[in-house]
């Protein structure tokens, strides 16, 4: 009997050394789930005239609710105002059948984003081979990347040209496991294809305030970058 082999993500809410009487009992109902929506083989073009065409898949985009409407940011902090506790993504095509697809190692998290491969087994006992495929997704809510992860047109930009009818795909089928290299790009048998992780997470991410000067009573605050 095949198994619908599953990528969970728990929400650990205590991760400042908070002490934790009991831990919550969590089912798939207290989880956001996302699914793979869809496979198809699209042909990308690129403004060189050049062409790539690809066995793709595309995951969901449900959000995930993970306060009970109507929590006061006083009232987050008790577990009990929590509506999700994570997400879930099955290992298969929506409304197909199960084929035993499974996930090989462990993910890799790039920015906000997770990569992993997976295989699946032949449906023959007796025959050689599987089928691999490499997938980006959000690491926060397992859901499709807002923006494409992969150059699927092979012209180094990662821009509409790496979407069908403007939604990035969220994985692709491979020739062998894949390994991340690192120069970002995720490696297989059958060649690399280059990865980027989300831009909001490229240049300044913060500021913090550098009191200056407080020995001589002038306190000055300047902004430093990280």
Request: aromatic share 8%.
């Amino acid at each position: 009997i095949e198994k619908a082999n599953s990528v969970y993500a728990i929400w650990d809410r205590n991760t400042r050394a908070e002490s934790t009487s009991t831990a919550p009992t969590l089912t798939r109902a207290n989880l956001q789930q996302q699914t793979i929506a869809s496979e198809q083989v699209n042909t990308f073009s690129n403004s060189a005239g050049g062409t790539q065409t690809w066995n793709v898949r595309t995951v969901s985009e449900n959000p995930v609710q993970w306060y009970t409407s109507g929590t006061t940011r006083d009232a987050e902090a008790n577990d009990a105002n929590v509506s999700k506790w994570g997400w879930y993504l099955d290992l298969r095509i929506q409304g197909q059948a199960l084929k035993g697809e499974m996930m090989l190692d462990r993910m890799l998290a790039r920015g906000t984003s997770l990569i992993f491969g997976t295989l699946t087994p032949n449906d023959d006992p007796c025959a050689d081979g599987a089928s691999y495929w490499a997938y980006t997704i959000d690491a926060r809510s397992g859901a499709r990347t807002a923006r494409p992860a992969l150059d699927f047109n092979g012209d180094g930009r990662f821009d509409s040209g790496d979407t069908i009818s403007n939604t990035p795909p969220s994985g692709y089928g491979t020739d062998s496991p894949i390994s991340l290299g690192k120069d970002g790009t995720i490696i297989s048998a059958g060649g690399q294809t280059q990865f980027n992780p989300s831009p909001e997470l490229q240049g300044r991410q913060s500021w913090q305030v550098v009191p200056l000067d407080i020995a001589n009573g002038t306190e000055e605050e300047v902004e430093e970058e990280l």
